[in-house]
């Protein structure tokens, strides 16, 4: 059952520490898309992957995070550093690529700085 | 902007009883829209999908949702709501110079009375 992989599942950490979240798309899949998932801002979209190339980052504090896919079968996100306000939800999504297809999403990173 | 909006925040509805979630979009071309169904703790699962052909689209678990241009409008259905539905619903549409970004609306919670 083709299924997207994010890890770590939960993660609790220090502000000013960095954070790292890793997502494995479904094979086969050329569009990586990075949520987060907050009460106060629902699901904004943070960046937006195709064929690993980053199309659209402008959804990121440039200036703590940053996003990667090394291959094609890893995509990373990272915080650094890490701040209170960086508590959310974090979600990874993968899909075809074309306009009439979903995104298929995997379980999320709760993250939690403290 | 291009976007997708969900008026209502939340719905009760009692258990057998019908149910309408709205959802309306402002992109200018025709649009690709999704329903999103949310579980807590849970990833986002795909209930169905529009993007030309027939404006009534049938999905999983029992749910509809009819595209009408006239209104944008792709407002989601369910005749009878058993209890297993209570969960958080997201619309999400691209289109028009989206270039493939998937835009969420705020979502709405459904909570089911027994």
């Known amino acids: 059952d083709a299924r997207v992989t994010q890890t770590p599942r939960h993660k609790v950490t220090e502000m000013g520490q960095e954070v790292t979240m890793r997502c494995q798309p479904i094979?086969?899949?050329?569009?990586v898309f990075w949520y987060r998932q907050t009460m106060m801002q629902g699901l904004e979209l943070l960046a937006y992957f195709r064929n690993r190339a980053p199309l659209d980052d402008s959804g990121m504090p440039k200036d703590r995070f940053s996003a990667e896919m090394p291959d094609a079968t890893l995509a990373t996100l990272k915080i650094q550093p890490s701040e209170p306000r960086d508590s959310a939800v974090y979600f990874c999504?993968?899909?075809?690529?074309?306009?009439?297809?979903?995104?298929?999403f995997g379980q999320g990173t709760r993250l939690t700085v403290v | 902007a291009q976007s997708v909006t969900q008026p209502d925040i939340h719905i009760t509805v009692s258990e057998g009883a019908s149910l309408e979630l709205r959802c309306n979009y402002s992109y200018g071309a025709t649009p690709y829209l999704f329903w999103y169904v949310q579980s807590p703790g849970q990833g986002l699962q795909l209930l169905l999908k529009y993007f030309s052909g027939d404006t009534l689209v049938q999905g999983i678990k029992g749910f509809e949702a009819e595209f009408k241009r006239s209104q944008s409008s792709f407002n989601l259905r369910k005749p009878s709501v058993h209890w297993s539905d209570a969960a958080e619903y997201f619309c999400?549409?691209?289109?028009?110079?989206?270039?493939?970004?998937?835009?969420f609306g705020r979502g709405t919670q459904l909570t089911v009375w027994p």
């Open positions: 094979l086969g899949h050329n569009t």
């Open positions: 999400a549409g691209r289109g028009g110079s989206t270039l493939g970004r998937l835009y």
């Open positions: 999504a993968s899909g075809l690529g074309t306009m009439n297809t979903e995104a298929f």
